[in-house]
């Protein structure tokens, strides 16, 4: 069974940096599609970021160029790199899994994923 945990989480001042890692579990992390996406209190989760499994990526607007996806095929897993974090960074943040027959999905679409993590806080403070 697939299974996701995201690690790295914490609490970081504002222009500071974090990572956030996600391992899988169950299966090959390079037969999916691979996403983050962040929910704060009261308000609809949203996508990141996105890698498929031909290295294609794609970000949400608002973290583009501070962000980075990737996926660390020997480890099994993939991080978000996070720099200069703002406090609207804050939430809770998922990682997701989307396994297709072409492995091509770059979805923001949180509808689109099949398996994610137990999520990790991430609270950047001014």
């Known amino acids: 069974q697939v299974q996701l945990a995201e690690s790295g989480g914490g609490a970081v001042q504002s222009g500071g940096s974090l990572t956030l890692s996600c391992a899988l579990s169950g299966d090959t992390v390079t037969r999916y599609s691979l996403g983050w996406f962040r929910q704060a209190p009261g308000k609809e989760r949203e996508g990141i970021a996105t890698?498929?499994?031909?290295?294609?990526?794609v970000y949400r607007d608002d973290v583009r160029g501070r962000f980075t996806i990737s996926r660390d095929n020997a480890k099994n897993a993939m991080s978000l790199q996070m720099n200069s974090l703002k406090p609207e960074d804050t939430a809770m943040y998922y990682c997701?899994?989307?396994?297709?027959?072409?492995?091509?999905?770059?979805?923001?679409?949180?509808?689109?994923?099949?398996?994610w993590g137990q999520g990790t806080q991430v609270t950047v403070s001014s």
């Open positions: 890698i498929n499994v031909r290295d294609v990526i």
């Open positions: 997701a899994a989307a396994r297709t027959p072409e492995g091509l999905l770059v979805s923001l679409i949180a509808d689109e994923y099949t398996y």
